[in-house]
């Protein structure tokens, strides 16, 4: 026997509402079941973000800091900043450094007496608006301009999947969650349509069964390693 050399399997949003149709216990019969079953796999994505942390969604940027602004635009698709630091001299490989910036709450930032103050940022709140997420650092940047940063912000972001819009896109998920998406999708269809009444049960415990198998491989695999904070009582 041979194998055929080639292992990149993907289907598109056509084949995928079929596979999920089926599951549901009927087949998908006319433009609106494809439409219905659009709808539905945007919904589940959104879902998603809700869920976790989707690797595949990881996206590093860089903001540009000017001198006396304190609160910078994010990427309207952006979900939630993992991490975040505050670069100086950047590009130059002799003085390039990251700084460590923490990031703080609304309640924190509330409190702090004087948000005008100027030095170099050591402290970010970030505010998920609806529309376009900001970051507001502080203190507020002391020096340097966008055209020539003496700060920039630098961020790793999970960012929004892509919509499906038609029938021949292929989702924007990475192709171990196909298995997750496929019994997902069909979980859905079968919430919408009388033929998957009685199947409800089975195909949300296949779901969270993928999804469970798929959210434990798609992780972060660099080993851990915990220092602890020395304290010293008294001077020698």
């Not at 940047?141 to 896109?169: E, H, K």
């Not at 919430?191 to 049960?201: N, S």
Request: proline share 5%; net charge negative.
């Amino acid at each position: 026997m041979t194998v055929s050399g080639v292992a990149n399997f993907d289907m598109n949003f056509t084949e995928l509402a079929e596979e999920a149709f089926e599951r549901a216990g009927r087949e998908m019969r006319s433009g609106y079941d494809l439409r219905t079953a659009r709808r539905s796999v945007n919904i589940m994505m959104a879902e998603w973000a809700n869920r976790g942390i989707n690797m595949w969604t990881i996206e590093q940027g860089s903001i540009p800091m000017n001198t006396g602004t304190a609160t910078y635009n994010l990427p309207a698709d952006t979900v939630d900043l993992m991490e975040h630091v505050i670069r100086t001299g950047s590009g130059n490989s002799a003085t390039q450094a990251d700084l460590t910036i923490t990031r703080i709450s609304v309640s924190t930032y509330a409190t702090i007496p004087n948000k005008l103050s100027q030095a170099r940022p050591i402290q970010v709140y970030i505010d998920r608006k609806q529309a376009i997420p900001t970051v507001t650092v502080w203190p507020i940047p002391d020096q340097g301009t966008t055209a020539s940063p003496y700060y920039t912000f630098v961020y790793w972001r999970l960012c929004r999947m892509d919509n499906i819009d038609t029938g021949v896109n292929t989702a924007d998920v990475n192709f171990r969650f196909l298995p997750c998406l496929t019994a997902g999708l069909a979980y859905y269809v079968a919430m919408k349509i009388p033929e998957g009444a009685q199947r409800l049960d089975m195909l949300k415990t296949e779901y969270e069964y993928q999804w469970s198998l798929a959210a434990a491989e798609d992780r972060e695999k660099a080993a851990d390693r915990f220092v602890p904070r020395q304290y010293f009582i008294g001077s020698s």
